[in-house]
Structure formats: C-alpha cells, structure tokens
C-alpha cells in the first residue's frame, strides 16, 4: 500500500471561513509535508512533519496552520484565506524523510 | 542559479519514439533522485527512486545518474499516449526533510 489519501478533493471557501484539509497514510511514514501548487508549477514546499514534530516552516502566512495529531494523519487548517491562496494543496509522505516520497491526488482549493 | 534546472518544454513526440527528459542540479550534497508523472489536476505520481549513479530499469521506463556531471535524465522507450503529462524531477541530501522540484517537463505523445 503507497497511497496517502487526502480529503476532500475539492474544497470552495470563503475569505471568511475556517476549513481544514487532512490527509491520512498508513504506510508507517515518518515524514509527512504540505505542499502547494500553482498551475504550471511545481510544488512548493510549506511545511514538513518529522517525527510527528514541525520540522520545516516555509514562512507560510498564518493563515495556513497545520497539525499533526498522529503519525498517520497531517491536517492544514485555513483560516481568512485569500483568493491568492487558490491552488492545488497536496500532502506527501516519506519512510525517513530522505527517502522517496509518495503524494496524495491533492485538495484543489478555490478561495471566492 | 535554481537548486534544480529542468527544461520545461513543451515536447511532443509521435508515439513509440523514445522520450529523454533530464535534469541538472547545482548541489553536489543531493543523493537522491526521483522522478514524477503528474497528469493535469492530479497529484505526482512516483516513477522512479535512484540513490547512486547509474542506470535503473523499470518496464519502459529508465533512470540515470551521472553526480560527477550532476545530471539526471529519464527515458521513455515506446511512447504511448497514456504518457503524456508533465515529469518533475526532484533531489534531496542526506540531511533530508527537504526535496527540490524541477519546474517540470510536459510531453505529449502524439498517436
């Protein structure tokens, strides 16, 4: 099994709203990330979970906060997005960190 | 100079051709290499995990590394279709919790 399954996939908000997007493997990974893609881009990384710990931050604006309640599940709460923020969010998961890593289909979020 | 430099393309190649698509990168601390097949709006797929230099076959699909030149490539052989999509290259070093992405390739395979 090399899926990490991310819900839901697809999300509208409002600039006022408050969502969460969660992804959930079961692979016994022990590195989980958030990553964010544009359109004809590659993904960006915002935030990397390591051990269950926030390892890595890419100076995300606060709006985007995430959460890692177990070592199988990684969530991103969103909170006063902006029409900016529209994109692809997709989550990944790696055994170490160092190691190949598999991603989710992703959440394509659209902020009105 | 970008982490990783990858032609963006477009490439468009009649089917059954053999595709190569690679990547260049400026950090000599990257040992590993992965590529991915991302179709339109969905997540990147895994395609291939390399470690050392070298060749690595799998179906259809070949990956090479040369780290002397710092240079990565992906070949297709008998291009269908279905292979049409953009292909990331990533790298990351053995402090890990971080990958590189290319800007990605698109390639079309025409029938």
């Known amino acids: 099994d090399t899926e990490v399954t991310q819900t839901p996939k697809h999300l509208v908000m409002g600039m006022t709203n408050k969502k969460s997007l969660k992804c959930e493997q079961h692979?016994?990974?022990?590195?989980m990330y958030w990553y964010k893609q544009k359109a004809k881009k590659p993904p960006e990384l915002m935030f990397v979970?390591?051990?269950?710990?926030?390892?890595i931050n890419e100076s995300v604006p606060s709006r985007f906060s995430p959460e890692c309640p177990n070592s199988s599940l990684l969530n991103l709460h969103l909170h006063a997005l902006q029409p900016e923020d529209s994109a692809l969010y997709l989550c990944?998961?790696?055994?170490?960190?160092?190691?190949?890593?598999?991603f989710g289909q992703g959440t394509r979020l659209t902020v009105v | 100079q970008k982490e990783v430099e990858q032609d963006p393309g477009p490439l468009s190649v009649p089917e059954g051709a053999i595709v190569s698509l690679n990547c260049t990168y400026s950090?000599?601390?990257?040992?590993?290499f992965m590529w991915y097949r991302q179709y339109s709006r969905k997540g990147p797929e895994l395609l291939m995990y390399?470690?050392?230099?070298g060749n690595k076959e799998d179906g259809r699909f070949t990956a090479q590394v040369d780290k002397s030149s710092k240079y990565i490539s992906l070949f297709i052989r008998d291009s269908q279709p279905s292979d049409s999509a953009t292909y990331l290259c990533?790298?990351?070093?053995?402090?890990?919790?971080?990958?590189?992405f290319g800007t990605g390739t698109s390639l079309t395979v025409i029938p």
């Open positions: 692979m016994g990974h022990r590195a």
């Open positions: 950090n000599s601390a990257f040992q590993y």
């Open positions: 390399t470690y050392s230099s």
């Open positions: 990944a998961s790696s055994q170490r960190g160092d190691d190949e890593a598999f």
């Open positions: 990533a790298m990351s070093d053995l402090a890990g919790n971080q990958f590189y």
């Open positions: 979970y390591s051990y269950e710990k926030l390892s």
